[in-house]
């Protein structure tokens, strides 16, 4: 079956754009998550949301980070006014009810210039 | 202090050997512990979950304990493609499935 899609792979954008990242959970998967993955570094959480719950919003670096989930499947996570910093490889996971394990899509690499 | 705190490495072993790897939280309450494999360039995915009592899946073994706070991997006549990054995960505590990855412990298994 399908995986974790994420749009677009490669984003190369300049300092002070906005910039979206889409994320296509797994059908049926209540919880998505976001997590940012700088060269050679750990993947660090940014947002987690569960169903119709209020988003765990804890992990946002800076009030320029956003997410939305729209329909509890697709997930949309923007920066405004990007940063140098911002550059990273974005992650989104998937997950089902009940169990433990998430599924990652491939990541969208940001790159700002 | 990290949440998660792991030995980056890189751990150069040959193919056959066996190695250990140890990841430390801070977190007394934390309630789950897992190791994820990532692979260069590549998603995370689910090695295997650590229970209480240690578990084994294959040439893989985890263990928890608790009083320490640690977790380990210990892995069994390496091989080639083992060579990976290893990413130790907590999930912070109840009532949340929010987890906290380290930055992982780099392998490079060797022929």
């Known amino acids: 079956g399908a995986g974790v899609s994420q749009s677009p792979s490669n984003k190369v954008t300049e300092k002070g754009k906005d910039v979206e990242l889409r994320c296509d959970p797994i059908?049926?998967?209540?919880?998505l998550y976001w997590y940012r993955q700088s060269l050679g570094q750990g993947l660090e959480f940014l947002i987690y949301?569960?169903?119709?719950?209020?988003?765990?919003k804890s992990g946002l670096p800076s009030d320029r980070f956003s997410a939305e989930r729209t329909g509890g499947s697709v997930s949309t996570l923007t920066i405004q006014r990007t940063q140098q910093e911002d550059s990273a490889v974005y992650l989104c996971?998937?997950?089902?009810?009940?169990?433990?394990?998430?599924?990652f899509g491939p990541g969208t690499r940001l790159t700002v210039l | 202090r990290k949440e998660v705190e792991q030995d980056p490495g890189p751990f150069n072993v040959p193919e056959g050997a066996t190695v250990a790897f140890n990841c430390t939280y801070s977190n007394s309450a934390s309630q789950s512990f897992f190791w994820y494999r990532q692979d260069c360039r590549k998603e995370p995915k689910l090695l295997m979950s650590?229970?209480?009592s240690g578990n084994e899946d294959g040439r893989f073994t985890a263990q928890l304990n608790r009083a320490s706070q640690y977790i380990s991997l210990l892995i069994r006549d390496s091989k080639l493609s083992d060579s990976a990054t290893y990413l130790c995960?907590?999930?912070?505590?109840?009532?949340?499935?929010?987890?906290?990855f380290g930055t992982g412990t780099r392998l490079k298994v060797l022929a």
């Open positions: 059908s049926g998967h209540t919880a």
């Open positions: 650590v229970y209480s």
């Open positions: 949301f569960q169903g119709n719950s209020a988003p765990d």
């Open positions: 996971a998937s997950r089902n009810s009940g169990s433990y394990e998430q599924f």
């Open positions: 995960v907590v999930r912070a505590t109840s009532g949340t499935y929010k987890y906290i």
